[in-house]
């Protein structure tokens, strides 16, 4: 069977998402560098497989491209992941709660905020203060789950978590000082602890 293909940036979280799900599921794959930084999302070449112009891409073995870290991250869980999804209903859509909310209420802000200020080398008054506020309660909200569960969506790990910690993990390099969220940070080392396992 042809192994899958990945359109990704290793400088984006989003991809890394991708990245280490395949690793965690076991599946082989090509990975083809693709650089926001140098408008290679934007190629002719590129659009033709992804209108959206984004990575991270995938491409299934029967040649299907699909987007989106998250959709993408539960497909490869749905098809291989074993123990990456709660069988359970409720637990399960617990898991899309906080994959959802990734997307809308977290990644905006901390990821935009790290690739303003890492990335393009913004200076803290150049970046719009709303991203540091909303990142903030982002991370706040998070301290207080990870204070009442082990993992992201309650007590078994999941794509909720690798999704969720793929900019978290990052929070420093866009301003944000993960030693007032020790929990969080625990989390942050205990989830890159599952992928070192995970992947031996
Ligand atoms: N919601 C999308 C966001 C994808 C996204 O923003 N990708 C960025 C890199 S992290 C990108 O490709 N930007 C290039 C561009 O917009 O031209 C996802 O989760 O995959």
Request: hydrophobic share 40%; glycine share 8%.
């Amino acid at each position: 069977m042809s192994a899958y293909k990945v359109y990704g940036d290793s400088l984006s979280g989003n991809c890394l998402k991708v990245k280490w799900t395949l690793d965690l599921v076991g599946r082989s794959y090509a990975w083809i560098e693709t650089s926001v930084l140098k408008g290679e999302t934007r190629s002719e070449k590129f659009l033709a497989l992804n209108p959206a112009g984004q990575v991270p891409l995938l491409i299934t073995p029967a040649g299907e491209p699909l987007a989106q870290s998250n959709a993408i991250i539960l497909y490869l869980a749905e098809a291989h992941g074993g123990d990456l999804l709660p069988k359970e209903t409720f637990a399960r859509a617990k898991v899309y709660e906080w994959l959802f909310w990734e997307q809308y209420s977290h990644e905006p802000y901390i990821a935009v905020r790290r690739f303003q200020k890492f990335y393009l080398k913004k200076s803290d008054a150049d970046i719009d203060p709303k991203l540091m506020e909303k990142g903030l309660a982002a991370l706040t909200r998070m301290e207080r789950q990870l204070r009442a569960s082990s993992w992201i969506a309650g007590e078994e790990f999941s794509v909720a978590d690798i999704s969720l910690v793929a900019y978290t993990r990052a929070a420093d390099e866009g301003g944000f000082d993960l030693n007032a969220f020790p929990s969080v940070k625990g989390w942050v080392a205990r989830v890159e602890e599952r992928f070192r396992q995970g992947m031996r």
